[in-house]
DNA sequence: CTGAAAGCGCTTACAG
DNA sequence: CTGAAAGCGCTTACAG
């Protein structure tokens, strides 16, 4: 059995770092100066300011991120929070916007730390705040009792919601899921129908609620009335689904609305076991396009989020809060409505 | 319009941390003194040791990461590398294995800093490592020919891959793919059968030809002729997939093999289509369970993975790997066969 | 415009 | 067993 060992300092003459001590004694001028190039902070003559850059190009000089950190006491670190324990339907959106986070982090030079938490523990976020690796944190899609969303004010350490809470005194940045919803819905009742059913997730997580405004916004704004024995919350398991689903046709429902791919995917598999045809007999759509339902047939009418600008767009916002700029309390993103086969829409 | 402006010096006073010198000041010793109390190297005496650590735990003390490992010239991070652009299928699998290596650096007060890569640019990653912000790397599940190795190679910084790669100077750590496809095949061609089916994904991925590898042991140990007709890899989108079902269905096979979930979900679709019976005309198996099927009818036979303990594992062998312990060039955890109704074994 | 010096919050030979 | 001092690689008043 074959084994390994690092034995680093065979090669460390190899691979010695250069710092700025090497490069001012190599120009004969003081770390200071050197500094300053590099910053482009206080006073500095343009040709020794060339002549360092130059040097530092041509030696490849990395400033050491975290002796520098030190000096400033930043750390040029944020930190991402996702849930260690979400469901398949919601990876598609941490995976997405974990990348325009990260490509944003480090288009200003910032790396991202991964924490995950569960619902039953934040220690290790609490860890992480406690060992100071970060100058502010990104929560993901909160839930409507979110410990984590304590912990960070207690910190006092600067945050940004990725998602929605009432909260008015957090930093949030999210999808329009209420507008979207809201017009999905209002074009499903724009075709004259009124009976539209909805199933939905768990009411723990804040965007499942606001779908849910947005599912109530659309009644609203078409004059009709919401029945709300059309609506079935907490449908966590196929099961609940399932039911639901049979509940939804014995009332005749003429369309059903389903507030995620998984929950699609459940309803249009009862729908096709009971021979009952999308859209001719039952309209179908979903809320969020996961690429969950990209197989299956009939396509899903559905809304569009770009979960990787989210990502970046609350990256830069929490950065620009770092640094003391003012920016807006609530940031709201578009969306795309795209009409698949599953609907009848003019 | 509300907006936010972050003024920490407002409350500066309130929340200082407290540093190694205050310690050592309230307790009038030296700040040398509390280091060691702590870090428990070098001599001390116990009752002193014990007064340190009691006040520290009193006032919540807790010592800055960042200048303890600039002294050492250590992080205590370590980077986790996972392409930006997977598809659904390999979700769970980066999320599962994500909160095993966050945990377990976490339990050995290391952090993790993200770090997406596309298959064409390895920017983020080249930027991370010059800026010196880790001690180690770990890769996942890397590509047949694979920049990130080459990079990591040449820059002589610890890493290891979680997965596989036929390059043996490299640290693996992976499930035992290759073993557990031979044996859930070859317990299909035990029920005497012998025209199965493959269909795959990319081989552009390592894990996808280690699959095939044990699918062709399966064969080899049973001394069945492997006919590779009955073989197609590259199979990376619906239509691919389609037509390869409908070639197997002319070559009358009794089971189909499938590489992933989503190649099962589209065969399970299209053999449904043609009121093919699953499994009692046509077997079906897939090579990795990610919950991705769950909702199907039939529930498919397939392999089960501990993602999370894999991640664990990876991130232990690398910390390992980086305090110098000789270590096993290549690990391989097991898997757990889950026969459900999609076959008729015994 | 430039530099010497102190400092960020730790660790670690070295000396006692 | 304990401490003074130098050092990790930067930044930033302060002085010139």
Same mark, same amino acid.
């Given at each position: 059995?074959?084994t390994?060992?690092?034995?680093?300092?065979?090669?460390?003459s190899?691979n010695?770092?250069?710092t700025?001590?090497d490069?001012?004694?190599?120009?004969h001028v003081?770390k200071?100066?050197?500094s300053r190039a590099?910053?482009g902070?206080?006073r500095?003559?343009?040709?020794?300011?060339?002549?360092?850059?130059a040097?530092?190009e041509?030696?490849?000089y990395?400033p050491?991120?975290i002796a520098?950190?030190?000096a400033?006491?930043?750390?040029?670190?944020?930190?991402?929070?996702i849930?260690?324990d979400?469901?398949?339907v919601?990876?598609p959106f941490?995976?997405?916007s974990?990348?325009?986070?990260?490509?944003?982090?480090?288009?200003?030079d910032?790396?991202?730390? /991964?924490?995950?938490?569960?619902?039953? *523990? #934040?220690?290790n976020? +609490?860890?992480?705040?406690?060992?100071n690796?970060v100058d502010g $944190?990104i929560l993901?899609r909160?839930?409507?009792?979110?410990r984590?969303?304590?912990?960070?004010?207690a910190?006092?350490?600067p945050?940004?919601?990725?998602?929605?809470s009432?909260d008015?005194?957090?930093l949030q940045?999210?999808n329009?899921?209420?507008?979207?919803c809201?017009?999905?819905?209002?074009?499903?009742?724009?075709?004259?129908?009124?009976?539209?059913g909805l199933i939905?997730g768990?009411k723990n997580?804040?965007?499942?609620?606001t779908?849910r405004?947005?599912?109530?916004?659309?009644?609203?704004?078409?004059g009709?009335?919401?029945?709300t024995? /059309?609506i079935?919350?907490?449908?966590? *398991? #196929?099961?609940?689904i +399932?039911s639901a689903?049979?509940k939804?046709?014995?009332e005749n $429902?003429?369309a059903i609305?389903?507030?995620?791919?998984?929950?699609c995917?459940?309803?249009?598999q009862?729908?096709a076991g009971?021979?009952?045809l999308v859209?001719?007999?039952i309209?179908t759509?979903?809320?969020?396009?996961s690429?969950?339902?990209k197989?299956?047939?009939?396509a899903v009418t559905s809304?569009l989020f770009?979960?990787?600008a989210l990502g970046?767009?609350?990256?830069r916002v929490?950065?620009?809060?770092?640094?003391?700029?003012?920016?807006e309390a609530?940031?709201l993103?578009?969306?795309e409505?795209?009409v698949r086969?599953s609907?009848?829409?003019?």
């Amino acid at each position: 059995m074959e084994t390994f060992r690092n034995e680093r300092w065979e090669n460390e003459s190899g691979n010695k770092k250069i710092t700025i001590s090497d490069v001012a004694e190599a120009l004969h001028v003081s770390k200071t100066t050197v500094s300053r190039a590099i910053s482009g902070k206080g006073r500095i003559g343009e040709d020794t300011r060339q002549k360092v850059l130059a040097y530092i190009e041509e030696n490849d000089y990395k400033p050491n991120v975290i002796a520098k950190g030190l000096a400033q006491k930043k750390t040029y670190n944020i930190a991402l929070v996702i849930p260690g324990d979400c469901n398949l339907v919601d990876m598609p959106f941490f995976q997405n916007s974990m990348q325009g986070i990260c490509e944003e982090a480090s288009a200003n030079d910032y790396d991202v730390m /991964l924490v995950t938490t569960t619902g039953s *523990s #934040s220690a290790n976020l +609490e860890r992480m705040l406690a060992n100071n690796k970060v100058d502010g $944190v990104i929560l993901s899609r909160s839930l409507v009792k979110d410990r984590n969303v304590a912990l960070l004010k207690a910190q006092s350490i600067p945050f940004v919601l990725m998602g929605t809470s009432r909260d008015e005194k957090i930093l949030q940045v999210d999808n329009d899921h209420r507008t979207g919803c809201s017009e999905l819905v209002g074009r499903m009742l724009g075709t004259g129908i009124a009976k539209v059913g909805l199933i939905g997730g768990s009411k723990n997580y804040v965007v499942n609620r606001t779908r849910r405004q947005g599912y109530a916004d659309a009644f609203k704004n078409a004059g009709v009335q919401l029945e709300t024995s /059309l609506i079935f919350e907490d449908c966590d *398991s #196929s099961d609940k689904i +399932e039911s639901a689903v049979e509940k939804l046709i014995r009332e005749n $429902v003429q369309a059903i609305v389903c507030m995620d791919d998984v929950i699609c995917s459940v309803v249009l598999q009862v729908l096709a076991g009971k021979d009952i045809l999308v859209p001719q007999e039952i309209q179908t759509v979903s809320f969020y396009d996961s690429t969950l339902l990209k197989n299956r047939k009939p396509a899903v009418t559905s809304l569009l989020f770009d979960d990787k600008a989210l990502g970046a767009l609350t990256c830069r916002v929490l950065l620009q809060y770092i640094r003391g700029e003012r920016i807006e309390a609530k940031t709201l993103l578009g969306y795309e409505l795209v009409v698949r086969e599953s609907t009848l829409f003019p």
